[in-house]
């Protein structure tokens, strides 16, 4: 049943952030004020308070943006004063999250792992499931911010009955455009899509009117990851108005909107030539795709909020967003998530200072200028209220946009599916099969990597 409820309780958290933001807009109220402290220095109501901790913990995170290492440090060097015996050691990664999560597997399997680290919250069920990470009940219990943490955040971390992870940004999409290209183009700079066929319509104006800017990317195959499916496919079966998942969380192997959303794909690679080829052979695509929007060399692109504040605020002006289009009339919709988490290790011989860890960093302050300056929706719902945060238009909208977003159910075994998702993406996209008998091989990975019995036709 939990699972069942996530997505109407996450909706129902950015309605609750939407009114903080207008509180907050308008005068509002007083932010909530710090627990009292301990005298060591530690927060009253923690399994630390009274006590100091020792030893060394390790903090574990990628980073190729360099937004968090500022707060990690101010967090680390806060913990380090208030526990004189405790050496905190920072182990930043210049990765991208997939490579990281890779790697971080390898180390937890390995028994040589950080005390805390810092992926996706998709991956709850893969990690609890595999018991390499630890419940974090025990702490939320005596954590008197837990309060600030809307219901629907709260269920998004729940998986087996236990919470194993705490978000600061949630996640949210946008297809991007590039406004002074689409005037170019004939193409209105307010632009709304007519469905994903609307995508298509306005790229191929792109690449006959334009011929300096790249007309649309859309990421396929294993080479980008987890975008691939967050950006690429799921959108599309959605759009054209089909599920990945049925209501019990089975996976759907075949249906007339994955068999579209393969079509899809085929146009834009190859029918069209809409899409840059090399989009399936560059290391990073999505960096190098996210540039190019920036730079105003690409026209279209669906991508992650967060990718938003990473532009110049002339390139800003240019770029315009709209939510996902849905065919035949169908509601614009985008892709939620909890975003990146912090987790601590199941091996962790230092739980309690990798929980203080945990609380330091994530304080209302450092919640909302985190994500002012990496733009996402705050977890926290008094972070909003904090006023650089509440003064961001493209902040609002993001919060706005999330009454609009549709969840994948939590599965221990997502990079399965994920995986399919590119074999198909890629069959599609390079010709290897046409979309029908990509989408029916789609069906085959997934029975032989699920099982039978946890894949559905659509």
């Given amino acids: ?8 309780a996450l909706q129902g958290t950015l309605a609750l952030a939407a009114a903080a933001l207008a509180g907050a807009c308008g005068g509002g109220t007083r932010p909530p004020q710090p627990a009292p402290r301990a005298a060591t220095g ?11 901790l020792s030893g060394t913990l390790t903090v574990s995170y990628p980073d190729e943006l360099g937004k968090k290492p500022p707060y990690v440090e101010r967090a680390a060097a806060e913990l380090q004063r208030a526990h004189s015996g405790l050496t905190v050691r ?6 991208s999250s997939g490579e990281f999560y890779t790697a971080l597997l390898h180390r937890l399997q390995q028994g040589d792992a950080p005390d805390v680290f810092h992926v996706s919250g998709e991956r709850i069920g893969e990690l609890a499931d595999a018991g390499l990470i630890a419940p974090l009940d025990e702490y939320l219990a005596l954590w008197p911010d837990w309060r600030y943490y809307p219901e629907g955040v709260r269920d998004g971390v729940h ?10 940004g949630l996640d949210t999409r946008f297809l991007y455009y590039r406004r002074d290209a689409f005037v170019r183009a ?3 700079p307010n632009w709304q899509p007519d469905g994903p066929q609307g995508i298509l319509a306005a790229a191929i104006a792109l690449r006959d009117r334009v011929p300096d800017v790249a007309p649309y990317a859309l990421y396929a195959g294993a080479i980008a990851d987890t975008g691939t499916a967050n950006h690429g496919f799921i959108p599309l079966v959605w759009g ?3 599920e990945v998942q049925d209501r019990s969380g089975r996976w759907v192997g075949d249906s007339p909107a994955i068999r579209k959303a393969l079509a899809h794909y085929a146009r834009a690679f190859r029918e069209e030539q809409l899409t840059p080829p090399e989009l399936l052979t560059i290391a990073r695509p999505w960096t190098v795709m996210r540039e190019r929007m920036g730079a105003g060399t690409l026209g279209i692109l669906f991508e992650g909020g967060w990718v938003y504040g990473n532009w110049p605020a002339a390139d800003q002006r240019n770029v315009g967003y709209v939510l996902h289009p849905a065919e035949r009339g169908g509601q614009p919709f985008t892709i939620g998530g909890l975003g990146t988490c912090w987790y601590i290790s199941a091996g962790s011989r230092h739980k309690d200072a990798a929980w203080e860890f945990i609380r330091t960093w994530n304080s209302a302050e450092t919640v909302a200028r985190l994500n002012v300056e990496d733009p996402h929706p705050a977890a926290r719902i008094d972070a909003v209220k904090v006023p650089e945060f509440a003064g961001q238009k493209y902040l609002v909208d993001s919060t706005n946009s999330l009454e609009r977003a549709r969840f994948l159910r939590p599965d221990a075994a997502i990079s399965k599916v994920f995986a399919a998702m590119q074999a198909a993406t890629l ?11 990509a989408a029916a091989r789609y069906g085959d990975d997934l029975r032989a990597a699920l099982g039978a019995a946890r894949v559905v036709t659509g």
């Fill in 1 to 8: 049943m939990r699972h069942l409820s996530r997505r109407r």
């Fill in 42 to 52: 530690t927060p009253a109501g923690s399994p630390a308070a009274g006590r100091s």
């Fill in 90 to 95: 920072i182990d930043q990664r210049k990765q």
């Fill in 159 to 168: 998986y087996q009955n236990k919470v194993w992870a705490v978000p600061y």
């Fill in 186 to 188: 004939g193409l209105p």
């Fill in 240 to 242: 054209y108005g089909g």
């Fill in 427 to 437: 069959r599609a996209a390079t010709g290897e099969h046409p979309p029908d008998v």
